[in-house]
């Protein structure tokens, strides 16, 4: 079952006086389930691709369909609640809430979402569990390495029951043991619950176990490729 559809997608950003295209002619359908690996060069396009299809930016031509409904002219408000609901972030920078506890940042999609909070709780528990950070759970962000603070933010997508999960750079900071361990929980989650996972990444790590690879070069997607295994 095809969860996205990108057709004919176009960005452009202006850059003092000289306009840039980010991403040209992107065409791209991605199933439920699927494990996926954005690759290639700095510069590429696959943050601003990232971006577009969580809704962060808007597209300046084309169309992106997200569980068929199309993404590039929903209205703000109604964009913010299908992102809450329907998509898991974890950005470059972890955007965790600093007077927050590690329980509490991963409680806090869902409490937005409505969750009961016993419920929050016993999920936000369960997730920084599965991410190794059980004895943590009370420390600020500050508190915590970047790798740390990595699978908080990790925890906190996870919890909330996307349908999608986008991850930029998502093992960047973890090490050999703390990356093979999240994404084998990344992979359990596709196969058990049918969780799609779109990664930009530059980790071989990453590219060695997504069934899945999709290479940008100068805004345009030139390979697309599935694993072998």
Known sequence: MTLLKIEGVEKRYRQGEVDVDALTAIDLQIDCGEFVALVGPSGSGKTTLLNLIGGLDRADRGSIQLNGVELTSM??????????????????????????????????VMVLQGVPPQQCRARAIEYLQRVGLESM??????????????????????????????????????DS????????????????????????????????????TVTLQDGRIISDQKSAL
């Open 75 to 108: 209205e703000e408000t109604a964009l913010s609640q299908f992102r809450l609901t329907e998509i898991g972030f974890v950005f470059q920078a972890y955007n965790l809430v600093p007077v927050l506890s590690a329980l509490e940042n991963v409680e806090l």
């Open 137 to 174: 759970m009370d420390r600020r962000p500050a508190a915590l390495s970047g790798g740390q603070q990595q699978r908080v933010a990790v925890a906190r997508a996870l919890a909330a029951g996307p349908r999608l999960v986008l991850a930029d750079e998502p093992t960047a900071n973890l």
């Open 177 to 212: 043991e703390n990356a093979t361990a999240l994404l084998d929980l990344m992979e359990q989650l596709c196969h058990q619950q049918q969780t799609t996972f779109i990664f930009s990444t530059h980790d071989p790590r990453v590219m060695q176990r997504a069934e899945r």
